[in-house]
């Protein structure tokens, strides 16, 4: 079953046009990664798809919430990482003090972070932000969960934490849409593979069909991460 299917998308920013005739779909538990060069259109379809923009033309569906998870951590810097968590389960969603709290600690200690919820966001590592960021999307009990190139802001080294922390997701079958210049990490954890380029979906297919492309521009921009 589709959880999210969109439909010759179409999105301008005046004369630019940013994303031409952009259909997929993603299945309950499916990773989708979306790769392609630096104003391809795949941040865009991002923001289009989580209500950020609205697109000029098209169809998107979707049953269900959904987390986002930024490039640059939108963490509050007056609130502790706790109320960071906490906030919106409690203020949106109106649920249970108790539970919210306790959902929030479960979650602290699966980012490795069970020390943290009274630090505030100054005193953490990027890396350290960054868990606490996908923490607070996953306390909101998404259908679905949104990444926006969520290492391009980290070192390598703490590119890794964030990298362990969404394959451990994708082995708990969390359905994700994740924009990445992270070529291994998506051959690895995805299910499907989309290419963006100039606007349009130049190829789409499992990892290893993606990966093996003979389509020129595919094997360009694979060939730049690959010298």
Sequence with gaps: MSLLEIKNL?????????????SLSVEKGEVLAIIGP???GKSTL???????????????KFDGTFGLVFQNFNLFPHHSVMKNITNAPLRVQKRDKTEVFAHARDLLKKMG???????????LSGGQQQRVSIARALAMNPDILFFDEPTSALDPELTG??????????AEHMTMVIVTHEMAFARNVADTIIFMDGGVIVEEG??????????????????????
């Design 161 to 170: 934490e964030i990298l362990t922390v969404i394959k451990e997701l994708a």
């Design 38 to 40: 630096s104003g391809s």
């Design 206 to 227: 499992s990892p290893d069909e993606v990966f093996s492309s003979d389509n020129p521009r595919m094997k360009e921009f694979l060939g730049k991460f690959y010298d």
């Design 46 to 60: 991002l923001r289009c798809i989580t209500d950020l923009e609205t697109e000029d033309s098209g169809e998107i």
């Design 10 to 22: 179409k999105k301008s920013f005046g004369d630019n046009v940013v994303l031409k005739d952009i």
């Design 113 to 123: 972070l069970e020390d943290k919820e009274d630090a505030y966001p100054c005193e």
